[in-house]
């Protein structure tokens, strides 16, 4: 055998093995859903802080739209 044949060999090995190799497969889980779980939690800020602003842009606009309604018909008189 050649040295290049040889080292395609090992090389083969090596992959194989660190295919079948299932240390740290806990990990990577715990990695995934850590990052799945913030996503999640950054979803729940935003609709959170949309449904806040939606309730509130009627409490905020209401009054003002008709206090200058009020005051433009008290303006014409």
């Given at each position: 055998?050649t040295a290049?044949?040889?080292?395609t060999?090992?090389?083969?090995?090596s992959?194989?093995?660190?295919?079948?190799n299932?240390d740290g497969?806990?990990?990577i889980?715990?990695?995934?859903?850590?990052?799945?779980?913030i996503?999640?939690?950054?979803?729940?800020?935003?609709v959170?802080?949309?449904?806040?602003q939606?309730v509130?842009?009627?409490?905020?606009?209401?009054p003002?739209c008709?206090g200058?309604?009020?005051?433009?018909q008290?303006a014409?008189?």
């Open positions: 055998m290049r044949t040889k080292q060999l090992q090389n083969r090995a992959l194989s093995g660190f295919a079948r299932e497969t806990i990990t889980f715990s990695v995934m859903m850590f990052v799945l779980m996503g999640i939690g950054g979803i729940a800020i935003d959170m802080r949309y449904e806040t939606r509130q842009l009627p409490v905020y606009a209401g003002r008709f200058r309604r009020v005051y433009a008290h014409r008189t």
